[in-house]
């Protein structure tokens, strides 16, 4: 299947600053999108999802935004805190066919700085 | 409980030896899903079951891996004759349905081959 990437490998902030984590997405059949966030020894935890009708959405502190244009996907941290370090995923999911599973990119570990 | 549910957390055995890995989903989904993932790599698809339909098997690596599922409960993943490749976190997930719903994931069991 075609691959989702992520811009940055890794992002260091300072605590209180906001975070912004890109991804990059490559399956134009693609109509829903979500980011995980997972710490070590654990499973990805749901942070927000999007689907293709919509360009942002909110959540808590968070903010994702869709740029189906570019095929480009965000993730936007208000006021980072230090829980908040982790290792970011976004993933993809087409929108046809019998292959309903999620595709990943790689990850983005975010450290935030003291 | 609460939770997606693996068991074992952690195993480790020798090459050649078959292993056998459990997932209790989320009461009520219907779907479920089993990922692979490799250190500091993102989630490789394995298979997903939903209802009492055929599973999806398209990214099993080889014929030594196989998942069972019964109606909407249980899964098992069996990795037979295992090789030192098949060191992986390996991570199951739930959702409600198919369509445009987050998954939950557990925390995975982390699988050595020595």
């Known amino acids: 299947g075609e691959s989702v990437g992520l811009h940055l490998p890794t992002l260091s902030v300072q605590e209180g600053d906001n975070s912004i984590i890109n991804c990059a997405y490559s399956n134009s059949a693609s109509d829903y999108f979500i980011w995980y966030k997972q710490e070590s020894g654990k499973g990805p935890q749901f942070i927000i999802d999007?689907?293709?009708?919509?360009d942002k959405r909110q959540g808590q502190r968070v903010t994702v935004l869709l740029n189906k244009t570019v095929k480009h996907l965000s993730l936007q941290i208000a006021a980072t805190q230090p829980g908040d370090s982790a290792v970011y995923f976004c993933a993809e999911r087409e929108g046809s066919g019998s292959a309903r599973q999620l595709t990943f990119g790689s990850g983005t570990q975010l450290t935030v700085l003291p | 409980g609460a939770g997606v549910s693996q068991s074992p957390s952690n195993k480790v055995t020798e090459k050649g030896k078959d292993v056998e890995l459990r997932c209790d989903p989320i009461?009520?989904?219907?779907?479920l899903y089993w990922y692979r993932q490799r250190l500091g790599q993102g989630l490789e698809f394995l298979i997903y079951f939903q209802g009492n339909s055929a599973p999806d098997k398209s990214g099993l690596p080889s014929d030594r891996f196989s998942a069972e599922r019964t109606g909407e409960s249980v899964s098992t993943l069996t990795i037979q004759r295992t090789q030192q490749e098949d060191s992986a976190v390996y991570l199951c997930?739930?959702?409600?349905?198919?369509?445009?719903?987050?998954?939950?994931f557990g925390d995975g069991t982390r699988l050595s081959i020595l």
């Open positions: 009461s009520g989904h219907t779907a």
């Open positions: 999007i689907r293709s009708n919509m």
């Open positions: 997930a739930s959702s409600p349905t198919v369509s445009n719903q987050p998954q939950h």
